[in-house]
């Protein structure tokens, strides 16, 4: 006998409670090394709570073996492109930042790096009604998926070394296109920073629903995590669905996650590490001496 919707609707949310539980919790999730062999290391930056790993000894090996320039994409830059300019002159990439919500005036906004007011629209999302109270409305015109901005920018062809979301909102539907399509198979490394407030992407149980199908494709596209970094949100935010509260339990001063992936070829090997010291080894970070000056 088939269950009645409601039946399945129940079954459904909770699945998404243990996928997105898993998320949070190190060692559940599967994670892997760089394939460099190398530390993920965090940029140094003025502000250092938003220092967040990710491969750089990959991102070097990538550019070395093609003999070429690295492309990184950075959505939710906001005032700032401290960390895009960095990655223009000590990694020689080509870089783009998006923001719609940014005050900067013009296209050139530092040495390496363009700019566009313009955000991500993901899947079965609309980021225009779930952004914090602590930045500008977002209008809905200036948003475009992910393939809408490489068309634009003519990069069909071109690999994307690195994708960086902080996009207040924008990231679980954008994950979820990402990584139940093909699409992902253009990216090398995704850097993340995962929010789970109300205002900030997850308002319903429809949104923990998408939030927990991304989890679940990134998982089966072999998205394997390297770093995982916990931090907290401006208390005007820190409101969250009654769903929400099965999934951070405990962990309420987890109110943001800094998560990066990086996707491992079929041949490769995904873990689910048991060790006691898992958490310690994502939360002693080195930080990257930058060569350049």
Request: proline share 5%.
């Amino acid at each position: 006998m088939q269950s009645s919707p409601s039946a399945q609707r129940k079954r459904a949310l909770s699945n998404a409670v243990t996928s997105m539980r898993c998320m949070l919790l190190p060692g559940c999730y599967p994670d892997v090394p760089c394939a460099s062999n190398t530390p993920p290391m965090k940029l140094p930056q003025g502000k250092s709570w938003e220092q967040h790993s990710f491969c750089t000894g990959d991102l070097q090996m990538a550019v070395k073996a093609r003999n070429d320039r690295c492309l990184v994409y950075s959505f939710g830059v906001h005032d700032s492109a401290e960390w895009e300019q960095k990655m223009a002159k000590e990694f020689g990439c080509d870089v783009y930042a998006f923001d719609p919500t940014s005050k900067f005036a013009t296209e050139d906004v530092a040495p390496g790096v363009k700019f566009y007011k313009l955000g991500l629209q993901g899947s079965d999302v609309d980021v225009s009604q779930t952004h914090s109270a602590l930045y500008d409305a977002i209008d809905p015109s200036k948003l475009r998926t992910l393939g809408d901005i490489r068309v634009m920018l003519g990069h069909t062809t071109r690999q994307v070394d690195v994708l960086r979301l902080d996009c207040e909102g924008c990231e679980w539907g954008v994950l979820k296109q990402l990584a139940c399509s093909t699409d992902s198979e253009m990216v090398d490394q995704l850097m993340v920073e995962m929010h789970f407030q109300k205002a900030l992407g997850i308002a319903s149980d429809d949104d923990l629903l998408i939030a927990a199908d991304a989890i679940t494709c990134l998982e089966e596209k072999r998205w394997g995590l390297v770093s995982m970094e916990f931090s907290g949100c401006d208390p005007v935010d820190a409101e969250y669905i009654p769903s929400m509260h099965k999934v951070i339990k405990n962990e309420i001063l987890y109110m943001l996650m800094y998560a990066s992936f990086r996707r491992v070829p079929i041949t490769g090997r995904l873990y689910k590490n048991n060790d006691p010291d898992f958490k310690k080894k994502f939360t002693e970070r080195q930080v990257y001496k930058m060569k350049s000056r």
